[in-house]
């Protein structure tokens, strides 16, 4: 009788172990109220019909987002409902990098941003993005720090290191305006005070009329607004692969004209660079994404931003 009262009470012990370890702990409870208040905010600021909602939806997410990564140990607490905003971990889970974007009419739009670091005690360093874009003529002609950043919404990246030092690929894109989408891509890297810098000479490929003059600090593909031109790294190629373009009238200068031709192109790391490789064989049109990436590199009008009044 005595064995039999102890081993019911050794399972009840085990039990409630294993109950405890379901339990959410109290940063994550808390972490979890504050995502219910943010969702809402994150809808809006896509999917709200005005600028002023928009704008309004954008500053309240920020400073909600601020205040959630603040709660101790944030760092691995995924914001997996907030399906308008880009939630993005390092390949080593050294940072993880947060993107969305605002649009003030079809011809405008500005991406936000921060980079969070995985920090030991679990408390918060965040180092925030400003879009700079709207400020230069040539967004591919430097290396620039976080608060001259080319705004992306990114839904990749790629980890490669060269001479024992890391090098993180960001893959995203820009709807930039009416006419013409952008996607980018470009090498993060840290400096000796552990802050990032955006671009670097990492691209050698032929000058031609489609792609950025060279020098080119990173890499751009703009292309016609209804195109959806592909571009993401290929994982069984390990290259980054991205649409071939043509322009539908014979005037490749202009951008907007430029659609997929049906072949690739792509990048191969090599010695430190993005080398260029001309043609691309069997290249996986749908990039093998994985569900995150896959949502978030579709046609982004479908997905990030509200549709045209009388579009349906």
């Not at 400073?63 to 760092?75: D, E, G, R, T």
């Amino acid at each position: 009788m005595i064995k039999r009262i102890g081993i019911i009470c050794i399972s009840c012990v085990f039990v409630l172990s294993l109950a405890a370890q379901k339990k959410p702990s109290a940063s994550t409870q808390l972490l979890m109220q504050l995502e219910e208040n943010m969702r809402n905010y994150a809808y809006d600021i896509v999917n709200a019909p005005e600028t002023a909602d928009r704008a309004i939806a954008d500053s309240f997410f920020t400073k909600a987002l601020v205040q959630a990564l603040k709660v101790p140990y944030s760092f691995s607490y995924p914001f997996d409902s907030l399906k308008t905003i880009s939630r993005l971990y390092a390949p080593d889970s050294s940072f993880r990098i947060i993107t969305w974007q605002i649009m003030k009419d079809f011809s405008y739009y500005r991406q936000k941003g921060a980079i969070q670091y995985h920090t030991k005690d679990g408390s918060l360093k965040l180092i925030p993005l400003y879009d700079n874009s709207a400020f230069t003529e040539n967004p591919v002609d430097s290396v620039r720090n976080s608060k001259e950043w080319i705004g992306a919404v990114y839904y990749n990246i790629v980890q490669k290191t060269f001479n024992n030092k890391n090098y993180y690929t960001l893959i995203g894109y820009d709807e930039n305006d009416a006419r013409s989408t952008r996607k980018w891509v470009e090498v993060l890297t840290f400096d000796e005070n552990n802050q990032p810098r955006f671009g670097g000479r990492f691209f050698t490929y032929p000058n031609d009329e489609i792609k950025p003059p060279q020098p080119a600090y990173r890499f751009c593909l703009e292309f016609k607004k209804e195109a959806n031109a592909k571009l993401n790294y290929d994982p069984e190629l390990d290259m980054i692969t991205f649409a071939h373009l043509i322009s539908e009238s014979g005037e490749n200068s202009s951008k907007y004209t430029l659609v997929p031709y049906g072949s690739f192109e792509g990048f191969k790391w090599i010695n430190g660079q993005w080398k260029y490789v001309p043609v691309v064989k069997e290249v996986d049109p749908n990039l093998k994404l994985n569900p995150t990436q896959e949502g978030l590199e579709q046609k982004s009008n479908q997905f990030l931003l509200p549709k045209k009044k009388g579009k349906g």
